[in-house]
């Protein structure tokens, strides 16, 4: 994530070619790059299948799905006429933390953060969506990135919309993962001048979550961000997945398209699992 927002340059390079991708972070496959020309053949192991994320049709948008495991592309379909138990039960409420961070809240309960890295990561099936024109960049601005994107077409000249990604495996310690979710948004709402748009705790694929989206000041500049801090629990092993989405204020109606699929396409899943239908940023009200 991009905890402190910083200015990016404008990243030089070519234009990718006409085509969304989704970098598969996908258990058994180390980071897949999107599908652009590349001077190098993609892995043997890697399948490509054509999909179309939500509201890409009216976006004019197709995406090719890397690397996603078998049990990332397995649907799980109710019984006709059925409704699921879980449907049935009454909503956790989770009440938000007043202060204290969810790094910092780990840390007081004895939990070490040992960040990730997407060569050869197989804990967790992660898709991460690449609208057009934006492309998979190292960025030494993101402590512990596990993969950062760029917008390297849009922008106002002055600051790049990116997307970023971060692992951690939480080694040690013991802590209540619903406890430990409600300070989610904390490090969001310490940024300068910051101002909540939408917030959710609802559960991710399953998984304890917190989404947040805002604005902030950054010196004379507006950000846009929606952030979500997700707890994976693999077996004995916990993880911390951390994305943000930050864009100007100004740039942010522009940019709406792209930063919706990538926000609404994230993906996080067991491998060997059933898939879940994980939720995106929750809807806003009308108006």
Known sequence: MIANARRWRI????VAAGMAGVLGLAGNTALADPVYPLPQPAPATVTQTVTVAPG???????????AVSPSLAAQSVAAPGLVPAAAL??????VPAASVTLHDFL???????????????????????VPRGWSQVPDPNVPDAFAVLADRVGGD????SNAALVVYKLVGGDFDPKEAIT???IDAQQQPAWRTTNASLADFGGMPSAVIEGTYRDNNMTLNTARRHTLAAVGPDKYLVTLSVTTTAAEAVAAANATDAITNGFKIGIPGA???????????PPG
Do not use: C, D
């Not at 040992?114 to 967790?124: I, M, R, S």
């Open 11 to 14: 990243l030089a390079g070519g």
């Open 56 to 66: 890409a049709a009216a976006a004019s948008q197709s995406a090719a799905q890397l």
């Open 89 to 94: 039960a009454a909503p956790e409420t989770l």
């Open 107 to 129: 840390a007081a309960k004895g939990v070490k953060l040992e960040p990730q890295v997407a060569h050869g990561f197989k804990a967790l099936n992660l898709v991460l969506p």
């Open 157 to 160: 000249g002055i600051y790049t």
């Open 183 to 185: 300070h989610g948004y």
């Open 274 to 284: 059933a898939a879940s239908t994980a939720a995106g940023l929750p809807q806003r």
